[in-house]
């Protein structure tokens, strides 16, 4: 290395002092020399003196600097540390002399080096010993060039020195720091906010434009169809740069105008369970009002989504409350065809200031109730679920001092809903509570019939189901005992004279039991109606349909006149409650009840004509334990023309009636979808397509007030809940003929075509399940049953998850195929109804069973929303369809979103070099602009940042990178002005996945980008 000084030192002597002497070169100089020399770049000044430092102090010399720090280095590695010798020779060459050298000296070279002569580190010193005047300029030029940027007076960038060394010559002579072309530029261009996103109007960024929407009165009113970012806290921030520091703002209300079935979907961004390093963790829920402040549905978990159905076209309040914490949320309205991929979220009714409740084994009541000063429970049995009693919240609100503006709104505006509301939320608090299994509202179910005045007197119904052929061989036997749970039944009908056994009235609330109130033994049908003529009579028409005495001269003939009816009154005025409705279960099938007795024999068969839409954790664990008890249940599919899951005919173990009119088509009426068993005779009132004169309902027992007092009477209706008493008819006589036919047993000859005649696609369906019901065929399963055969096989039963996609402008997803059924089905073949679909198989077994990804092509269509059918096909099970939506483009035009934030992120420092905040130009775009950005090159992102945590780009926010999201570059900034840098900024949102978005770097699992701080004006 002394030699390699020694050479320069003569070198550079030649250089006129007026441009650079090396007389007495410092050590600070040498170590220079060594990083040009080695790595072609000069030493940054602390790393020199360091070394500078220890070379003095006789702590290191300057071969060992060499060994130990420049061949480590990884510029060295890269450029030295493989080459072989002829390209070792070139390489270092180039980089002293910046030129390559002649044939014949560079195959001088590779000889030394390959016969020892010059050792691969001595390469170096040999050339500068040899270097030709030229070739000692170029060198004098480059030491030159590392002194104007050690000692800062070019002014140039490490990268902008690193290229001079390259260029600089033998000619000129440098006698001043080389101009090199700007180091700086500006940057600007403008961001478009992407369709359809509207922003929360008073979110945590003081630097937003703020106005209240923390009420109806306040409601922000946004476009149908929109993706909204928003911002709610319960509690305050307590960060001094918030707007929420020292306030809360626990509500946001939006006013707009809905279609019926659209869904409404919020993604709780900051939601607690992600257990995020974020500034905030919250709860969120959703809330739908009417224009009058009436509660329509709600959403009230505590998950990362809530979500909520529209019931009918008009105008609505949509509140996003926060429960608890803080959260960032994303908040959009579907179309109504986009709705069907998502889960049921219409709200049935409920009993205010009351819950049904199960606490856990070892949990004591008294411990949660003294817990909580506002809840009584039913009973202390904590096997099964009690009934929760909460003090009046009306009188609570009357002696508060501490409600949001928003309830104190509600309870002047609606006290109907307010009561509500806070019965969900004190619900909600209290499933929340160590030692509760589940808390859940008591929900009121209504009967699924349509009456109609008309009468009808010929059953025609009955044929339809080849009953009369069944009948020769049973009418039922009296030990086979169908409870008919509804609103009672007209015990001195003269068409149940000797059909009836002991019932239970568990209705327990005054103001709809119509009979004084109160559980009671009697379960005679006193009406439901507020007014003479007004009753349904619902439960005695369904209960003459099953066991209607027959053969007797009078009346009507019951399905199975045998059997006996056990009357359980469950409905009452305006409906009935979940919990009143589970008493009844609970008493029919011999299990535990409030009544505190069970009949001395219990029910071989329930059926429910009634229903809602709201899904129960607690009538789930009823009706399985029903099930696991052997006792068959059978449910009405529902009234409302819809594949809405309807309940409890949607739970499993329940068998689900759908309705057929005179022609066994599907009535028009009648519900449908992936959960219906069974379908039956349920009438059409509004026809005659028998031609008889009469309209085609189902006749049966009924009673007529109004004179003021009952008289037993016939009557035709129609509806789903008159199907379902045929299908607890046919069971009757099955268990009549085989009375060890139990749920299971049912079940397995129903799903094998044992009950039925095959209708509508082949298989089991969404408009007949596995078909028609056939009482001849099914009385004679059970006489092959009785004779000693096996209960056959369950079918296949193929489910495809999830059933319906909807993939917005997402251009894949997976589904997954399986059987939940016996046998061995396998996939024959796959179509699609459109071009633009596809599905390949991805993970799959041998049967073709597994995950398929469904890919979208939108190159040949018009901007728009598309709907297709993808159908599987099967050797050995009945086909599938799933429904794939989509939208090309955009389908609005217009957008905004929260205060926007332009950050230049330079990768090599991962850091941010610079930010603007943008300008809008009133035509919803927002022009930026960045001056003096060094030179480099760069990642330039816009972002929101609504909870002010300092993070852009993260779940929840606006967030746009040049030239878009999914596929960003850098920008290079080499001294010339950038102007028209033009992208799109949208909402980061994780709707289709359980987390968010990443976009950015990531930073102890936080997401974004982290922009500079800036100390903001507080105030609204």
Sequence with gaps: ????????????????????????????????????????????????????????????????????????????????????????????????????????????????????????????????????????????????????????????????????????TSDPLLESCPATSSTTASLSGSVSFAANTQFDSDTNDPLTSFTDNSTIA??????????????????????ANDRFAQSVDPDDYFRVELQQGQLIQMQVVDYDQFQVSGAYEGDLDLYLYDSQGGLVASSSSSSEFEQLQVPATGQYYINVNAYSGASKYVLRLL???????????????????????????????????????????????????????????????????????????LAVLNPASYEKVQTLRKIKALSLTPGVEYAEPNYIRKTFAIPNDEFYYLQ????????????????????????????GV?????????????????????????????????????????????????????????????????????????????????????????????????????????????????????????????????????????????????????????????????????????????????????????????????????????????????????????????????????????AAPHVAGLAALMKSVYPALDAASFDSLLQNGSLTNDTGTPGRDDIYGYGTADALKAVQAAQSLAAGSETPELPASIVASPSAISLGTSSSTTLTLSNQGAGQPTVSSINSNASWLTAT??????????????????????????????????NGASSITVRVSMTVGQLSTSGSLAELYFLLYDPTTDGVIQQVQGTSDGNGNISYAFSSVPNGNYILYAGTDIDNDSYICDAGEGCGVYPNLGDFVSLEINGVDLSGIDFVADIVAGFNSISPNTVGNTDDKRTGIQRLTITKQLGK
């Design 218 to 239: 306040n409601a922000q009113a946004i476009d149908n169809l929109v993706t909204i970012q928003g911002f709610a806290t319960a509690i305050t921030t307590l960060n």
């Design 841 to 874: 198989a991805q993970t799959v077994d041998s049967a073709g069973l597994g995950s398929y990804l469904l890919t979208i092509d939108r190159s040949a269509l018009n901007n728009g929303f598309y709907l297709a059918e993808l159908v599987f096909n099967f």
């Design 460 to 487: 025609w119904h009955y044929p339809a189901m080849n009953l009369p052929q069944a009948w020769d061989i049973t009418t039922g036997s009296s030990n086979v005992i169908v409870a008919v749970i509804d609103t």
């Design 1 to 168: 290395m002394t030699r390699l000084l020694a050479a320069l030192l003569v070198i550079v002597l030649s250089i006129p002092t007026t441009a650079y002497g090396l007389d007495g070169l410092t050590t600070e100089q040498e170590i220079q020399q060594l990083y040009i020399a080695y790595l072609g770049r000069p030493a940054d000044t602390a790393g020199m003196q360091y070394w500078a430092g220890e070379v003095d102090a006789n702590l290191i010399t300057l071969d060992q600097i060499r060994v130990n720090i420049v061949n480590e280095q990884p510029e060295y590695l890269e450029n030295y540390g493989q080459l072989s010798n002829s390209e070792l020779a070139a390489r270092v060459y180039q980089n002293l002399f910046n030129r390559d050298p002649d044939e014949a000296g560079l195959a001088y070279w590779i000889n030394q080096l390959e016969t020892g002569a010059v050792p691969q580190d001595s390469l170096i010193i040999a050339y500068v010993n040899g270097a030709a005047e030229p070739d000692q300029q170029v060198l004098r030029n480059k030491l030159f060039v590392a002194e104007c940027f050690t000692s800062g007076e070019g002014g140039y960038s490490e990268q902008v020195v690193q290229e001079l060394l390259t260029q600089v």
């Design 490 to 722: 007209v015990l001195d009908h003269p068409d149940f004279a000797g059909q009836l056994v002991q019932g239970y009235d568990f209705i327990s609330h005054a103001d709809i039991s119509n009979d004084g109130g109160g559980i009671d033994n009697n379960p005679d049908d006193p009406g439901d109606g507020t007014s003479v003529g007004s009753s349904s009579w619902h439960g005695t028409h369904v209960a003459g349909t099953v066991a209607a005495a027959s053969n007797n001269g009078y009346g009507v003939a019951g399905v199975a006149w045998g059997a006996k009816v056990m009357p359980i009154r469950v409905l009452g005025v305006g409906g009935g409650t979940t919990y009143d409705i589970m008493q009844g279960v609970r008493y029919a099938a011999g299990l535990s009840n409030d009544s505190g007795t069970v009949p001395s024999q219990r029910a071989d068969i329930l059926n429910l004509s009634l229903g809602g839409f709201e899904s129960s954790t607690a009538e789930v664990e009823l009706f399985q334990e029903v099930y696991n008890a052997g006792v068959i249940t059978i449910a009405a599919a529902g009234n409302e023309n819809t594949s809405q899951l309807s309940y409890p005919a949607s739970y499993d173990g329940v068998v689900s009636v759908s309705a057929l009119d005179f022609q066994g088509n599907r009535a028009p009426y009648s519900n449908f979808g992936t959960t219906v068993d069974i379908a039956a005779p349920g009438g059409d009132t509004d026809v005659d397509l028998n031609g008889d004169g009469n309209s085609d309902g189902i006749i049966s027992t009924f009673s007529d007030d109004s004179s003021g007092e009952r008289k037993p009477i016939f009557k035709g209706i129609d509806g789903t809940s008159m």
């Design 335 to 409: 179309a109504s065809t986009q709705s069907q991929s998502f889960a049921n979220s219409r709200m049935d009714d409920f009993v205010p200031n009351q819950a049904i409740v199960k606490l856990s084994p070892t949990t004591l009541p008294l411990a949660i109730a003294s817990a909580n000063s506002t809840v009584e429970f039913m009973h202390t049995d904590t096997g099964r679920a009690t009934l929760a009693s909460f003090r009046d919240t009306m009188q609570l609100y009357a002696a508060s001092m501490s409600l949001s503006p928003a309830e104190q709104e």
